[in-house]
Structure formats: structure tokens, C-alpha cells
Nanobody, 120 residues
Framework: QVQLVESGGGLVQPGGSLRLSCAAS????????MGWYRQAPGKQRELVAT???????DYAASVKGRFTISRDNAANTVYLQMNSLKPEDTAVYYC??????????????WGQGTQVTVSS
């Protein structure tokens, strides 16, 4: 089993910044992908960003250039630095850990979610 503990969410004004953290523990595959997804009210959960164990990244077009994902492999921790936040970024953000090289339907483990609210 894998446990994911998230932190860093909160309320921020438009244009502000937040940094999310997610620490994983348990039976973690060495070849893996960690990432962040988000779900706004009334909408489906969507990809924000992912980062594999080798450092390769993938970003949603809506956040590219504003958000940066990074990880500490030794600590099994993934971060999401969010800059230039917009009201449209308001959502519950979920940490994810999965094996690499799996099919698109294999989403692995999820954290409990942390609320990010961007409002003036």
C-alpha cells in the first residue's frame, strides 16, 4: 500500500503563489510517476502536471509556464509550485502516484486532496 499526505493548499489572491507538497510512504515502486490532478466543482478531475522518476515532466496547457512540478526521489516527495494563480485554478488538488509505463486507465494511488482557492 501507498500513503500520500498532501499539504500547502489555502486561499490566495489572483496573481499570488502557493506551493503544494505531497509525501509518499509505503510500498513505492522505484520506476514511477508522481503528479497533481485537480477537480473543480461540477467538473471532471483533470491532469495538472506529472513528473517521472527520471525527471521528465508533463503539464496541462492551462498551467504551463505558471506551475512547476519537482520531486525529491530520496524523500519520495513531489512539489507543485504555483505562480500567477488565477481564479480558474480554484479546485481540490490531488496528489497521485503510479507506476511508469502503464496504460492510461491505471491511475495508481491518490492523496486526500487539498483545497486551493484563488479569490480577491
Amino acid at each position: 500500500q501507498v500513503q500520500l499526505v498532501e499539504s500547502g493548499g489555502g486561499l490566495v489572491q489572483p496573481g499570488g503563489s502557493l506551493r503544494l507538497s505531497c509525501a509518499a510512504s509505503g510500498s513505492i515502486f522505484s520506476i514511477n510517476v508522481m503528479g497533481w490532478y485537480r477537480q473543480a466543482p461540477g467538473k471532471q478531475r483533470e491532469l495538472v502536471a506529472t513528473i517521472a522518476n527520471d525527471g521528465s515532466t508533463d503539464y496541462a496547457a492551462s498551467v504551463k509556464g505558471r506551475f512547476t512540478i519537482s520531486r525529491d526521489n530520496a524523500a519520495n516527495t513531489v512539489y507543485l509550485q504555483m505562480n500567477s494563480l488565477k481564479p480558474e485554478d480554484t479546485a481540490v488538488y490531488y496528489c497521485n502516484l503510479r507506476r511508469r509505463w502503464v496504460g492510461p486507465g491505471d491511475f495508481g494511488s491518490w492523496g486526500q486532496g487539498t483545497q486551493v482557492t484563488v479569490s480577491s
